[in-house]
């Protein structure tokens, strides 16, 4: 047992975040012990493999700002994603989101041709029109310099690559040697427009085994690993599958919104993973049940301000 500390305030964010861990009650001291965690695989990072996983939705916000700041300081190795980072970093790349709100009238918005993503608008088309475009571009360019099959990890740097744009998480990911793999890449519209494109070029492929094996490479080769797992979703289970592999994740710190008593994996603690070997049962895991666009930024803010 430890005591309950009150937190004294003034002295920057990094103070802030290590009181937490010692204030008792409910998620701040949560987030402390995630900001300790996280600081500790920083220290040690030469000797820690990184894995980050994340769905789309956060894509779609300034939180890809954040994200791609993690990669651009070399904080990450390894991202799982979803097909719909694909669209919104590509989309984004080029054309504007807007900002609305959870209660607007969706029959209204259908009729003046805007998507609602909670409480992010995108005009139609801002999404399947723009990326249909660089799309069809991009996949002539690969299939004319006689590329017929890459691993998701590889089509990422080429997405990348092609967006070119200093704000775009791929770019970033390509320039840092970042793989990012999606395991489920016909998700969302550039897996479609892949798919439609595999119907007039049928020897062109995704090859998916290759992403596992870097995954199988990355886990069995790791002195340690941890996971930085926001959301959950076919994202996070990718993470924590190949680490059971190993005895589980060193580390592993959750943000998520959702619960477990449905029985989804999206809410399920980083506890119940250590049943199940994802997690080792003598790591260091935290799970923080709140909004990454606010808890994440307020980390990764600090950890700045300290030095990493």
């Not at 990012?180 to 085994?209: E, S």
């Amino acid at each position: 047992m430890r005591p309950v500390k009150d937190i004294g305030l003034g002295e920057g964010l990094p103070a802030l975040l290590r009181q937490m861990a010692s204030m008792g009650g409910f998620m701040g001291r949560r987030l402390g012990e995630a900001y300790n965690i996280l600081r500790e695989v920083l220290e040690k990072k030469d000797e820690v493999t990184v894995f980050m996983s994340f769905p789309a939705a956060p894509v779609s916000t300034g939180l890809r700002g954040v994200i791609r700041e993690m990669l651009s300081r070399g904080w990450v190795d390894v991202v799982i994603t979803t097909c719909g980072t694909w669209d919104h970093d590509l989309a984004r790349s080029y054309v504007d989101y807007f900002t609305g709100s959870f209660e607007m009238d969706d029959r209204e918005l259908r009729r003046r041709e805007v998507h609602r993503l909670g409480n992010v608008l995108i005009p139609f088309d801002n999404y399947g029109v723009v990326i249909e475009k660089h799309m069809r571009r991009l996949l002539e360019d690969l299939y004319s310099r006689g590329v017929r099959e890459l691993p998701t990890y590889e089509f990422s740097w080429e997405l990348g690559k092609y967006i070119g744009s200093e704000e775009s998480l791929l770019y970033t990911a390509y320039k840092r040697d970042v793989e990012v793999i999606v395991p489920a890449p016909y998700d969302g519209a550039v897996g479609y427009n892949i798919w439609v494109f595999q119907q007039f070029h049928r020897d062109f492929k995704l090859d998916m085994y290759r992403d596992e094996k870097l995954l199988a490479d990355a886990v069995y080769e790791a002195s340690s690993t941890a996971g930085i797992l926001v959301g959950g979703g076919v994202s996070k289970h990718h993470l924590i599958w190949w680490n059971q592999f190993r005895g589980g994740l060193d580390y592993a710190l959750q943000i998520s919104t959702a619960v477990e008593y449905d029985g989804s994996l999206s809410g399920a603690r980083m506890s119940e993973a250590v049943s199940w070997n994802k997690v080792s049962s003598s790591g260091r895991y935290v799970s923080v049940w709140g909004d990454a666009t606010i808890l994440l930024p307020i980390l990764v803010e600090a950890l700045i301000e300290e030095g990493f």
